[in-house]
């Protein structure tokens, strides 16, 4: 199946500092990539969508200012944590779909961060 | 999208199928029921769909009742490995459409010795 990756798998940093996360689709091309965000023992909520090319759309209560994401090719999106709080620490996970038509969702690993 | 209910969660021994229901009572007649699974700390993985069919691939089979108003996830053979949370969810997927995967809860099933 298709593989997506993400750098990196865990991030500590300090309060105020920016964060940036890759996601990478390695064997296809992604015109549309997902960033959800999961806290412990809860489930998946989609942050935004991004579609190559073009600006997200972000979901309903989820600052676009403090989530930006780029998505500047067909196989990289990223997501940058401005001003990171300790409230942003969670579980980031990305998600690309492929150009080639068909509707299935491949996930990347997730990357782990913790704000000091 | 329409929603799902699962239950929490379910415990299955080793070596016996594990059973996951699906209720999607309000499910519309473009709507797929996709199956996804997260082992702990990491990203979901598909399992598995379906529009009103059953379908069966080599990890899981699914059954869709005819009215399509529920189904349930059978993996025939549950490991260890199968520990995870299951999500059932219900969603357009014509190609080309740029429909979201809405998580909901899960099943939390734990297989055991």
């Known amino acids: 199946g298709a593989v997506v990756s993400q750098h990196p798998s865990w991030v500590i940093c300090k309060s105020g500092t920016s964060v940036k996360i890759e996601c990478r689709s390695l064997?296809?091309?992604?015109?549309?990539m997902f960033w959800y965000r999961q806290f412990p023992k809860q489930s998946l909520m989609l942050m935004a969508t991004?579609?190559?090319?073009?600006?997200?759309?972000?979901e309903q209560g989820v600052e676009k200012d403090k989530f930006l994401i780029n998505h500047a090719s067909l196989t990289l999106s990223t997501l940058t944590v401005t001003s990171a709080h300790p409230e942003d620490s969670s579980f980031y996970i990305c998600s690309a779909r492929s150009r080639d038509g068909a509707n299935e969702q491949f996930f990347g690993p997730g990357t782990r961060l913790t704000v000091l | 999208d329409a929603k799902t209910t699962q239950p929490p969660s379910m415990d299955c021994a080793e070596g016996r199928a594990a059973n996951l229901p699906c209720n999607h009572s309000t499910i519309s007649g473009n709507e797929y029921v996709y199956w996804y699974r997260q082992i702990h700390s990491q990203g979901p993985q598909y399992i598995i769909h379906?529009?009103?069919n059953n379908e069966t691939n080599e990890m899981a089979s699914l059954i869709i009742t005819e009215d399509r108003k529920s189904s349930t996830l059978i993996l025939p053979h549950a490991t260890l490995r199968d520990t995870a949370v299951y999500y059932c969810?219900?969603?357009?997927?014509?190609?080309?459409?740029?429909?979201?995967?809405?998580f909901g809860t899960g099943t939390r099933l734990q297989v055991t010795l």
């Open positions: 969810i219900v969603r357009v997927a014509e190609t080309g459409t740029a429909s979201k995967l809405t």
């Open positions: 064997d296809f091309q992604a015109t549309t």
């Open positions: 379906g529009l009103k």
């Open positions: 991004s579609n190559e090319g073009s600006k997200a759309t972000y």
